[in-house]
């Protein structure tokens, strides 16, 4: 995707930034592996210079979102397409954020499937009394709940889940304890990097999964990215925010969050747009008189 991207031109502003800072996402998006891209520090201005590219590539041919929400990273990608933030300050802003959660404390993260929030969240605190950080992190939809904490933590937690009922437990592949207590660190240098930026009032509502509303104000916005790290996605909430929307982009790479609104909201519609093809075929489908979600 991102060397389709940048064969295209499509915002290579953001590529400058990062090589600045002395990453070259360029290389990495047309000749890296998987491996090469999984690093928390590369993955996340890798995931960022996508959504924001194909965000910012819809907006040029036309359409005009309504709302723009994104889920964890994909916050920065929504709050530039709203205009809360400039492109290249959110670069800047993402490789530090990659940076200081790559050296965070030691963890992992786990989905859970089929077992209720108050129940999940009850088996965290009994381990964390125990001295096994762990916490609910992200509430993705209905019946998809993950858990994020120490490697013992997450892995008690997870068989306590599946004793409890839960349909199944699924180790994720990441680089740390996301949206836990473990962040707090890093969340705490993050806000001063947050302090630094200029925000803007967005021209429309962003979703803020920390708060798990929508926001319409630059002061809202800056609390919530200063807060991110170490708070759970609330996920389910913000996209229940955007009930009565018809018609979702999702703009980057996968259909994961595509799945995770269906789930949350009946009756919509999610176009992928995962390329220039795919945000021109979107368009055509919305310029006839969809109403549009934008979420990057």
């Keep these: 995707m ?5 064969g295209a031109g499509l915002s290579l502003s953001l590529l400058d930034v990062a090589s600045g ?3 070259d996402l360029s ?12 690093p928390t520090q590369v993955a996340q201005p890798a995931l960022y210079y996508c959504g924001v590219a194909l965000g910012r590539r819809v907006q040029d041919l036309g359409l005009r979102p309504r709302l723009a929400a994104g889920h964890s990273l994909g916050e920065y990608c929504a709050l530039v397409v709203a205009g809360a933030l400039d492109a290249e300050d959110g670069m800047w802003l993402v490789l530090e954020r ?8 030691e963890g992992t993260m786990a989905a859970v499937l089929g077992l209720g929030k108050g129940t999940l969240s009850q088996i965290c605190q009994e381990a964390s009394s125990a001295g ?25 937690v997870s068989e306590r889940a599946l004793e409890e009922g839960a349909r199944r437990v699924i180790p994720l592949s990441v680089g740390g304890a996301f949206h836990s207590p473990l962040m707090a660190e890093a969340a705490r240098e993050f806000a001063a990097a947050v302090d630094e930026i200029t925000i803007r009032e967005p021209a429309f509502p962003v979703g803020s999964g920390a708060l798990g509303r929508l926001v319409s104000s630059a002061d809202e916005i800056r609390q919530s990215l200063r807060v991110q790290l170490e708070s759970p996605v609330r996920w389910t909430e913000v996209v229940m925010a955007m009930a009565g929307t018809g ?5 980057g790479p996968g ?3 595509a799945a995770l609104i269906r789930r949350t909201l009946e009756g919509v519609t999610v176009l992928p747009v995962g390329s220039p093809a795919q945000a021109e075929a979107a368009i055509g489908l919305v310029l006839d008189g969809a109403s549009l979600a934008a979420r990057p």
């Design 132 to 156: 096994d950080c762990c916490v609910v992190a992200n509430d993705n939809c209905p019946g998809q709940l993950v858990i994020s904490g120490s490697l013992e933590g997450v892995r008690v």
């Design 27 to 38: 290389k990495l998006l047309i000749d890296g592996t998987a491996d090469d891209l999984r």
């Design 98 to 105: 990659g940076r200081l959660m790559a050296a965070a404390p």
């Design 247 to 251: 018609t979702f982009l999702e703009c």
């Design 255 to 257: 259909n994961t969050l």
């Design 21 to 23: 800072q002395g990453l």
């Design 2 to 6: 991102g060397a389709e991207l940048i």
